[in-house]
């Protein structure tokens, strides 16, 4: 009889610290899960900065160069699918869009001396490269979440949790195929 009471309690012990086990795997889990989302809504944070900022560049841009209307219709365009963008692949793609448009939208400022001098200008495109700098530390931190989650979900034993609990890979956020190609400068300066 001590015998089976003694087994009772080895495997009540064993099942208890196997419970711990995937409790702490899983909160882990979920942590670095919020850590993943906490990490891309910075880069929404900042991605929304840069969209707030466009409008005003726009306008100074326009009353020296009200004839770029295409390069104007890009930006918005391209603003406007950044905003409705809701995976992280549809928010790189769109990134990348309004960083090519706005691109497209400075190398204009070069043929305006007096929009260079512009204060105002000088001011909005100061921030944009601050902005800028600080979208790509929110994407670089994004994507150090993201693989950390990532290989915290496919090392053994917690891959087992993972799987258990339905833990998915987070979308590392990479520059889309054309933002990996230089731009033609005959084509911005419309050559």
């Known amino acids: 009889m001590k015998n089976w009471i003694k087994a009772v309690l080895v495997i009540g012990v064993i099942l208890v610290l196997l419970a711990i086990w995937?409790?702490?795997g899983y909160n882990s889990l979920v942590a670095k899960s919020e850590q993943v989302q906490t990490a891309l809504s910075q880069i929404d944070n900042q991605l929304?900065?840069?969209n707030d900022l466009i409008p005003?560049?726009?306008e100074t841009v326009k009353k020296y160069a009200a004839h770029e209307s295409e390069v104007f219709a890009q930006i918005a365009e391209a603003r406007a699918k950044l905003a409705g963008a809701t995976t992280v692949e549809g928010m790189a793609q769109a990134d990348a869009e309004v960083a090519s448009a706005l691109s497209r939208l400075l190398a204009i400022a070069e043929n305006y001396p007096e929009l260079?001098?512009?204060q105002n200008f000088i001011q909005l495109q100061d921030e944009l490269a601050g902005t800028e700098n600080r979208i790509a530390v929110a994407r670089r931190d994004y994507n150090e979440k993201a693989r950390d989650y990532n290989t915290a979900i496919r090392r053994f034993p917690m891959n087992i949790i993972a799987?258990?609990?339905g833990f998915e890979r987070a979308e590392y956020f990479e520059a889309s195929e054309d933002a990996r190609q230089a731009p033609d400068v005959g084509e911005l300066f419309g050559d």
């Open 163 to 165: 799987g258990v609990f």
């Open 22 to 24: 995937v409790i702490n």
């Open 48 to 50: 929304q900065r840069r």
């Open 56 to 58: 005003n560049l726009v």
């Open 116 to 118: 260079k001098a512009n």
